[in-house]
Structure formats: C-alpha cells, structure tokens
C-alpha cells in the first residue's frame, strides 16, 4: 500500500527547520506495512497546496499531510483543503467543546482558537480527547490524514491513531523485516559488489545502501503477506551479510560502534582512557554522550602542543624531537603515559596533521599515528586519510574506536582499513 507525505510551512522550504517528522513517519510507516512513495515540503502558498493535495489522491492510496491545522493566519490548511475538495468548512463541535473547556487569555486568542474547529465537511477528529485538532477525510475512497505539523503532536496520532486505522483500507497484510548494518572500511561500491547475486536471488529481498560519514549504512529489507516465509529469508539474507562484512560490521540498527565498544569493554571488566591530539577530544566526546559509561571509561586529556604532551603525559623531549609529535614513537609513550597516569588497563593515543595546513612530503595533512595499549603490549600504527579537517578528525575517531573494538573482539592489533 503505497501513500505519500505533504509537508506543509514555510519554515520548512526556506531552510530554517529541518523537516524531520517525515522522516519520522516515513520510518514508522514503513515499518508497519504501509510504504511511502513521495515525500514533498511546501510553503503557505494556496495554489501550491492545492495542486500537491489533488495530485497526490490521483496517484496514492493514502495521503498524510503535515502542519497549516493551527490558529494563526498562516496555517491555511483546513481552507485550502475545503476549497480543493469542495468540502464546506463546518463547524466541529468536538473541537469546539474543547477550545471552551480550555482557559483564554483575551477575546483575541478565544477568536484565533475557534479557528481550529472549522474542519472540511466530513472530518473524523482522530484524538477527541487531544490538544490537537488532527484529523481523518475519505474523499475518492482515498483517505487522507490531516496531522499537526509539531514534532511530538504528529508522533502521538501516526503511532495511536493513523497506522491503526490504515488497516482498514489495506487490502491484505503485508510482513516487512529490516535491519541495518553498519559498516565501516569498505565503499559503498565494494558493497555493493558483494551483494547483486543476493538481492536477485531471493524475492522479497532488497539491499540499500546509504553512506552516514564515516560508515556506510546497509539494510536488508524483506517485505510479502506470508510472515513465515518473510522471516525465514530475513534470517538467511542477515546471516549472509554479516558473513560477507565480517570485521567491517562495527554496530547494527540504531547501535553505534561507541557503544560497541562500551559493551565489550564492560563485559570484559576493562577501563579505558584517551589520549587526544588531533581529535581534540572528539573520541572522549562520543564515549561521554552514553548513559553508564563511567562504568568503563576513567576519563580523557587532550594534548595538543608539545608541551602539554611533555607535562601530562611524560611524553620524552628527545622522541619528540628526533621523531615530531606525529610518530608512532610519540603515540605510543601518550598511549603509556595515559595509561600510568590513570591506571587504566587500556588506552588509546591520537596524533595527526589534520590540516588543511601542517603538511610535509614526508608527513602530509591527514597523516594520523594511532596507538593502542593493553594489558599485554602498546602498539602504533599510521594512517592516511583524506578529506576537510572535520573529516580527518571525524575518521581518526572512528579508527581509533574500531581499532579497539578489533582487538576486544578478536584479539586483533590494527587489522582494519588504513584510508579513507
């Protein structure tokens, strides 16, 4: 059953918000069997909502349309859409009850919420008992569903009202699986290489692919009325991809490899700690934003000068000058005087030329040494990245995350991808 998303405001084509309740019901429906063919964003122009709302009962099955239901001048959605579809406005007595129930500051304010219970002829207020007027017009036996245009108001109706009712105009039940891997250190060409045969071989199976900077994310989807059937050839094709990745899986769904890392280190009764040059923080950063972490990680220092790597972490005058800042000699004593110092059994060291300046022959921008200290031995390792600064940064995180969660789960130093 194929549907599209209107999303109507002016915030929303001029740039100033970012229209993330369609993604968000896109998600949702999807996942419920009811997928989305078009989504479209429109200004308060009349004209345009028109024409979009008539094109769109032409060519779907349902239609949900987004924002214009509120009491200001610019919300023109109910006037709009009774002009469209020669639907009189009427004068709901649901919403009406509720706007005389609720307090008002001034004649002015009554006037504009009264504006909210003139609905088009033939409206079904989907949450009478709601704040929001949102509601549910058959028109051509195609239903369309009116919802308020804040974030937390269009979650409420999708969820408990809209995806329940578009049972009733689905014909028969349709069973979709879905997961997503995400991969790090393979393009999203080479994955797709490993895949073709898959995705044709089995019906009902789909594989997207979608880069996320510095992962690819990809989602084997399995859709058909028989759900047996359906999980038997999710199970198989998930099975065989994860094989296929192998190491280059770093999370699934909505896991991220930080909290990986988090799960292995606590399983394993391990602390870690950072040392960040570089990255200037940014590894400590994406440790810190997970609940619980302080069971794991003991804490971070950037060292960005000399210095500082001198003074905090004993890091010898002498490597630096035979050897620079960026070195494997110099990662791995931050490495070890991260680890003295906190008296973690692990730790992680970044140094790098992020750039855009910075760069030599022998040593250019996106060069980036990463050390790894266990319980057992310290190692470093180089790498080249490429890319803006953010970028550099951004991959050096990621590397020296993967790293670690390489050698919890395997017992690896530094098998994974050097560039990017």
Not at 79 to 92: C, D, F, M, Y
Not at 190 to 213: A, M, T
Not at 379 to 384: K, L
Request: net charge neutral; hydrophobic share 40%; with cysteine.
């Amino acid at each position: 059953m194929n549907g599209e998303i209107i999303a109507i405001g002016d915030e929303l084509v001029s740039g100033k918000v970012l229209n993330t309740t369609a993604s968000f019901a896109a998600n949702k429906l999807f996942t419920a069997g009811c997928q989305v063919t078009r989504i479209t964003s429109i200004g308060d122009n009349p004209d345009d909502i028109e024409e979009c709302l008539l094109a769109a009962i032409k060519r779907s099955k349902y239609v949900i349309i987004t924002g214009g239901l509120g009491p200001t001048t610019d919300d023109i959605t109910n006037e709009v859409t009774s002009k469209a579809l020669g639907r009189p406005q009427v004068l709901n007595e649901i919403i009406l009850e509720k706007i005389r129930r609720a307090k008002q500051r001034s004649a002015n304010s009554v006037f504009l919420r009264e504006k909210l219970a003139w609905l088009p002829e033939g409206a079904e207020v989907l949450n009478p008992e709601g704040r929001a007027a949102g509601y549910l017009l058959i028109h051509q036996d195609i239903p369309l569903f009116f919802l308020p245009g804040v974030p937390k108001e269009l979650e409420d109706h999708l969820i408990n009202r809209v995806i329940p009712m578009l049972s009733r105009f689905v014909p028969e039940k349709i069973y979709i699986r879905q997961q997503t891997f995400k991969v790090f250190g393979l393009s999203e060409t080479e994955i797709n290489n490993l895949f073709e045969k898959l995705e044709s071989s089995q019906d009902g199976l789909s594989i997207g692919y979608y880069p996320n900077f510095p992962e690819v994310n990809v989602t084997a989807t399995v859709k058909g009325p028989d759900s047996e059937k359906v999980a038997e050839i999710f199970h198989m094709a998930c099975n065989t991809i994860e094989q296929m990745l192998g190491i280059h899986v770093v999370a699934v769904n909505q896991e991220t490899l930080e909290e990986v890392v988090g799960k292995l280190l606590l399983g394993k009764g391990c602390v870690l700690s950072l040392s960040e040059s570089c990255t200037g923080g940014l590894v400590s950063q994406r440790m810190t934003s997970i609940p619980g972490s302080s069971g794991w990680f003991e804490g971070g220092v950037i060292t960005y000068s000399n210095k500082s790597k001198e003074d905090f972490l004993g890091v010898s005058p002498k490597t630096l000058s035979l050897y620079g800042a960026v070195s494997s000699q110099a990662a791995t004593e931050m490495a070890n005087g991260v680890k003295g110092l906190t008296g973690t059994g692990y730790s992680l060291a970044i140094t790098g030329i992020a750039g855009p300046s910075g760069g030599t022959t022998q040593k250019p921008v996106g060069t980036v040494y990463i050390a790894l200290s266990t319980p057992q031995r310290t190692v470093a390792e180089r790498f080249q990245f490429t890319g803006t600064r953010q970028m550099i940064q951004i991959l050096a995180a990621e590397t020296a995350l993967n790293v670690l969660r390489l050698h919890l789960s395997y017992g690896a130093y530094f098998h994974c991808n050097r560039s990017a």
